[in-house]
């Protein structure tokens, strides 16, 4: 793992999705100084998409069964921690936390969480992302909520490309 500082210490509302390769793009989130975390994606190999933080990784596991499409959320011993269904839109977690993606993420109170905003004219930023600095510091869940979000609205874009 790279040398990440941690989410607690973010001191903007505004980070950005940093996209280095093309075949194989690792999303690197920073706020322009410090780098927070990484979506790492292996499309061109078995490896599985794996999310970095200070401390924490998660890696996805896609199982699909008669046509339902459930993403897997492993810590890094492969213990599951949570599923993504209904088409990469609701997020279950297993100490109970639920969110569902609708644009931004959404906790099950209806307050946005975290929001992307895509660039149409930067390949290499193609999002920023908005949180609520007081939140980042009382979610224990925001890391994975950012990473993970980023790596579902991409999915989302290249697909629509197809």
Not at 2 to 24: C, H, M, P, Q, W
Not at 75 to 88: Q, S
Not at 95 to 118: E, I, R, S
């Amino acid at each position: 793992m790279e040398t990440y500082k941690d989410f607690t210490s973010i001191e903007t509302n505004e980070l950005i999705a940093i996209r280095n390769g093309f075949f194989n793009p690792v999303f690197t989130i920073t706020d322009g100084n410090f780098m927070y975390g990484k979506v790492i994606l292996n499309k061109t190999s078995k490896a599985l998409p794996v999310l970095e933080t200070l401390g924490e990784s998660w890696t996805l596991k896609r199982q699909s069964i008669f046509g339902d499409r459930t993403l897997h959320i492993l810590n890094a011993v492969g213990e599951p921690v949570g599923t993504v269904t209904n088409g990469d839109t609701y997020l279950k977690m297993a100490d109970g936390f639920d969110a569902y993606l609708a644009g931004p993420w959404f906790d099950t109170q209806h307050n946005k969480l975290v929001a992307w905003k895509q660039s149409s004219y930067s390949y290499r930023k193609p999002f920023k992302i908005t949180v609520d600095r007081s939140l980042v510091k009382t979610m224990k869940e925001m890391p994975l909520l950012v990473l993970l979000g980023t790596y579902l609205i991409f999915l989302e874009y290249t697909r629509s490309l197809a």
